[in-house]
Structures are given as C-alpha cells and as structure tokens.
C-alpha cells in the first residue's frame, strides 16, 4: 500500500483469476481475505476495479462437472488447467459464474472503494464440444426460418453438403466439415455470442444489485474470435489490454487504441492492461526503453483512455507469469527504473486531474473495420492464402495517422453521416445496409475510398453474382478477374496525370471503367494498361477504387490529395516520427505532441498561436522542443 501511494497508484484491478481462493469447494465461501484487501486499499485511498473471476474454473468443478470443460477443434475435451478453458454454453459453468458475480456484488455492491466492475478477463477463444454443438443448432433455427433456407445459404448441395435434418449439423472441426465457408462463418458468430451471453449473465446479476456502478471487460484489440463491436453496446466502458511488440510502429498502437474509441462511437475507453516494462510470452521479449511506458501511455490518452493502468502490480514467485514486467519486481524494491517511470508518469495524471477526463475527438475521416468480413476474408480459400485484411486496414490507417488528422474506426453499422472521408480497405462482405449509406455519403460530396477483394460476398458468404456487387453503381467499376501475386512479385500503378508509378502487388483486380474515371493503369502483365485507381463521381462526391496494394508511398500521395480536395489540414506541421493527436471538451482544445523518435525534434507551432503546456503548466510558442520519447500536451481554451 505505501508503494502504490508512493507511485500515485490510484486504482486497483483486483479479483480477476481468484475463484478457487473466494469458493475452494461446491458449498465453501472464502471472502475474508478479499475484505481485507478492499478494505486496506481503501484505507489507503485507493479505488477498486473489481473483476468476478470466471475467466479460470476452479479444478473442483472441472472434476464434478466436466461439461464446463472447453473441447478443442476436434471435439475433444480437453483437460482441466490453464485458463479460459470454459466451455461457453455449459449450463454448470453459467450457474457457477452467475453465483459467484452475485455473491460478489451483494458482499462488495456498497463498498466505498469499488467504482467498476471488471467481468471475467479476455474473454475468447473457441469450444467445440457437444453441448456447443446442441446450442449451435438451436442458434441456427433462429437465424435460418428453414433447413432449406440455410442450405441455399450455406451452398451445401457443393460436394453433396446438403443436410437433411439439423441433427446432422456439426461445428467446423478441424477433422470434419471445415470446408464449408458460411458454416465456419456461423460458427464465429455463434461462439462470440456464446461468449458474449456468458459476459451478460453475469453482468445481469450484477446490475440487478449494484445498478448504478459501471461494468466493463477487458478487450484484446483486433482479437480475431469476438465481433467486440456487437459486444460494446452490452458493456458500460469498455476497456483493452495493450501489448504491442517493443519494436511497434506506434501508428499500429493508435489504430487499436481508435479502434477502441471507435467501439461505442467516440467513447473515451479504459487502458485496463499495459505492461510497465515487459511481455513474457513473446519470442523475445524486449524491455520497453526509459520513456517509452510514458510516451505509450500518454499516446492511449491522445487516442480516447480515460484511465492508464498496468498488468501487473508485482511479480510472482511462481507460474508462468514470473517474468512478466510489474510495476514491483520479485525483489520488492521502489529503487528501479520502471518504479520511477511509473511514480513520474503518476504524479504527472494527478496532476492533470479531470482536464482530460471525457475529452472526444472531431474526426471528419473514418476507416471501416468489421470482424465478420475479417472472417469471411480469411476463411476463403483463394485467391491468396495469406489474405492480411488487418493490415491491410493498418495500413491504410497509417497513412492518413502520419498526415496527423483525427480518425475514427467505424464500423459496418455505424451512423457514417458526419464523415467527410470513409476508406474501407478489403470491404469483401457488403452488410445490406451498408450501400445506402456510402451512397449518402458520396452523394452529398463525400469520398469512399475502397480496395480489391471488395463488394465479393454478402452477409452468408454467398459471392455477389458481379463484383463489386452493391457497391458496382457507387464505384462506377466492374471486376472480371483477381491476379494473385508470388512474393517479391510486382506490378505497378501508372498514373494518368504522369505524376509518377507505384508498385503494388499481392491481389490485382483486372476491371473495368463503367463511369469511373481511369486515374491509373497498370505497369505491365497481360493486364497493363487496364485500370488499376479509378474515381466515379456520384452526386457531389467520389467514390475510389484502388484495385491492388499499393506500396505506402502511394497511400500518402493519394490520402494527401484527397485530404487536400476536402480542407482537412494536420493538426500542426511535424516532423515524421512526430505525432499530433486531438482531443477536446467544451472548454479546451488538447493537442498532444508525441516524439515517437528516439532523438530530439522540433516542431514549429503556428504564427501567433499560444498553449498552454499542461505537464509543465509553462506557456509555448514558436518552436517546441521535443526529447527523446517527450510528450507535450498544448491546451487552448475553445473559442
Ligand atoms: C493479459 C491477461 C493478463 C496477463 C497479461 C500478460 O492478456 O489479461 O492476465 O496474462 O495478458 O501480458
């Protein structure tokens, strides 16, 4: 408690993992020492993130009941151990976790230290057991009017697939029917709403007893097995744990941290999980060099985090987590480096206080992200195996990142009327609402930026009969075949204006111009000279059309003209490996200056204009100076 107070530690995540500990058998409740531990970091002054800690069953249960154990992707049960290792639709798993939350709220629902609850822990993975199998098909009778229905869906009579009765119907396993793309599609979605029932559950039982505290659950970003975007209307804040590689490009780390924001439409969101200094379970696991935890720390706050908070407070002297950075190492001692860092960094959010709390960020620009093309994309066979849609929308989001403007990440479903710029790379599923909504947009002078392998396939992975499918009267475009390129294989954008060439590889769609305006060609192959960018007006707007993947000079001289035709201008002007980012109340303007670089650079703020430098309280003008890894934050009060 004296080093949390000493490193200006202000909110504990306590709980998560320790069900044996709070219920060791079926009828035994230990929660004496959880009161001791609220009630202490209470005397301390602390606040308290209490997780139920469904996300490991005690071994107990795994023994008398083994349904609540997860099978793997052959339909075999695995056996007790590790965590996460639930099955989601186990009715003794729910009954168990249900107690268990409602135990903890009605014993901890009026504590005066607890100010969230924090549900299970990184949900995720997959099960594939019986009882998932049983569940799956009542799910698919809801979703499906008829058995006739989803075969037409499904494409079943291909290779004689067709299912004469739901019993015949099984999940994806890996030594059975895997093949079936809108069935593995399905599946995601069933085992995320399997997962996503097992988050309200408890969070129903919850609520009926504590209805005013907030619940979350910890994200992991682009996770590929949860659509957290039909979960975020469930959760109250959502949160996220942050684990970049040492050697990230930091415009990678924004793109998660949007991502996040993004979930409930501009909400400022949780940094739940951080390491202070290391990872344990990468291949190598690098220490993050002095002022990076600072500068990553403050770049979640840049992009939207309310909170900064770390995974873990101290090592322990066993498990597989003993190398695993901590805010307090095994040695227990306050005079190291990262407990310095972590001091610095917390006595600087104290005294930022509120300022920042709930500050949103204006973006006139979005990038489309949605889990279920991401499924669909990568559960295609052909035309490339390693299909990249994640990066390929980094990419993209890199791009506008380093023109250093605001971005939101939305998604299929969101509300696109206050954007100016929509780019969805790789948008392979076109949901059915979605066309309508590109089409306002484009219509009332926006721009629609998309890619190859877009407008493919629709929400049961059925292929449009045409591509781009629904998007085909928008983009002015057709596309007859998809080249797929080796490795090192390259073929060029060659622009019509004779501003210059780019090379791009991987996919090239070969289309044609139905409207749209050619405004490059490719460089070579029996396709050279055939449209590779095109623009179609529609309305007031254009709509955009990059057929291949371009090399990332091409995004910035693309995303910059297009940045230009609409006025939307950078934050401030800054040097490369300088980042700017925007956040704003109705009071003040944030910018946040961040030196991803591990140099000093200078960044010459505009003719005239003064901030105030929150971390410093001092007054800035003309140049500013950044060290090493320095963060400023400029505030201007709002005109
Ligand atoms: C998170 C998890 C923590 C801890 C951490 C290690 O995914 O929630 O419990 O395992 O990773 O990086």
Request: charged share 20%; hydrophobic share 40%; proline share 5%.
């Amino acid at each position: 408690m004296a080093l949390m107070q000493a490193s200006h530690y202000t909110i504990a995540t306590v709980g998560v993992f320790s069900w044996v500990s709070l219920q060791p058998s079926e009828d035994t409740f230990t929660f004496e020492w959880l009161d001791t531990v609220l009630d202490q970091l209470h005397a301390a002054g602390r606040i308290v993130c209490l997780a139920t800690p469904t996300a490991a069953q005690p071994a107990w249960m795994s023994q008398a009941y083994p349904d609540v154990l997860r099978s793997d992707r052959t339909g075999r049960r695995n056996h007790h151990g590790q965590r996460v290792n639930y099955c989601p639709n186990s009715p003794n798993y729910r009954r168990f976790a249900v107690q268990i939350a409602t135990k903890l709220a009605e014993r901890y629902g009026s504590h005066p230290a607890l100010v969230i609850w924090h549900i299970s822990n990184e949900y995720g993975g997959i099960c594939m057991c019986e009882t998932c199998a049983e569940a799956f098909r009542t799910w698919l009778k809801k979703r499906y009017s008829s058995l006739d229905e989803l075969n037409q869906r499904w494409w079943t009579p291909f290779w004689s697939h067709t299912y004469t009765d739901w019993s015949q119907i099984e999940p994806p396993y890996d030594n059975g029917e895997r093949l079936t793309h809108a069935l593995t599609l399905d599946y995601q979605r069933f085992q995320s709403d399997s997962m996503l029932e097992c988050y309200k559950l408890e969070r129903d039982a919850i609520r009926a007893i504590t209805p005013d505290i907030p619940i979350t659950t910890n994200m992991m970003g682009t996770y590929p097995h949860l659509d957290y975007r039909a979960w975020a209307p469930e959760i109250d804040v959502i949160s996220w744990d942050c684990y970049p590689w040492p050697s990230a490009d930091p415009g990678d780390i924004a793109f998660l941290h949007d991502l996040n924001r993004g979930l409930k439409d501009g909400q400022p969101f949780m940094l739940m999980e951080q390491t202070p200094s290391s990872q344990n379970w990468q291949p190598v696991n690098a220490l993050k060099r002095p002022g990076v935890l600072r500068l990553w720390s403050y770049l979640a706050v840049a992009h939207g985090a309310d909170t900064v908070m770390y995974f873990q407070w101290r090592r322990g002297r066993g498990g597989c987590e003993k190398f695993h950075g901590a805010v307090v190492e095994h040695s227990g001692r306050s005079d190291t480096r990262v407990f310095r860092e972590v001091t610095q960094l917390g006595a600087e959010l104290a005294s930022l206080g509120a300022t920042t709390l709930g500050a949103t960020t204006p973006a006139r620009v979005a990038v489309l992200f949605d889990w279920n093309n991401w499924w669909a994309i990568d559960s295609a066979v052909g035309p490339i195996k390693q299909k990249e849609y994640v990066a390929t929308v980094r990419k993209h989001y890199r791009a506008l990142w380093r023109r250093n403007i605001p971005v939101d990440i939305v998604f299929s479903d969101s509300d696109l009327s206050n954007y100016d710029i929509v780019v969805a790379p790789m948008l392979h599923m076109v949901k059915a609402d979605l066309p309508a909504q590109l089409e306002a947009l484009v219509q009332r002078g926006g721009s629609f930026v998309t890619t190859y392998f877009s407008g493919v396939v629709d929400e049961t992975d059925r292929a449009f009969e045409g591509y781009p499918g629904p998007l085909s009267k928008l983009l002015g475009i057709w596309v007859e075949e998809i080249d797929a390129l080796y490795e090192g294989q390259t073929n060029q954008i060659v622009m019509a204006d004779g501003s210059g060439s780019y090379s791009c590889g991987r996919l090239c769609d070969i289309i044609h111009a139905e409207g749209a305006e050619v405004l490059a060609t490719y460089g070579q192959d029996f396709y050279a000279n055939t449209p590779v960018l095109t623009a179609n007006r529609y309305g007031a707007g254009r709509a955009y059309y990059i057929a291949s993947d371009p090399e990332e000079r091409f995004l910035d001289t693309f995303y910059a003209d297009l940045l230009k035709q609409h006025g939307i201008n950078a934050l401030l002007e800054a040097p490369a490996g300088v980042e700017v980012a925007l956040r704003e109340t109705d009071e003040r303007r944030l910018l946040f200056v961040l030196n991803h670089r591990a140099e000093l650079q200078r960044v010459q703020l505009p003719e005239g204009q003064h901030y105030t430098e929150l971390l410093s309280g001092s007054t800035v003008s003309g140049t500013l100076e950044l060290a090493a890894y320095d963060v400023r934050i400029l505030s201007q009060a709002q005109q």
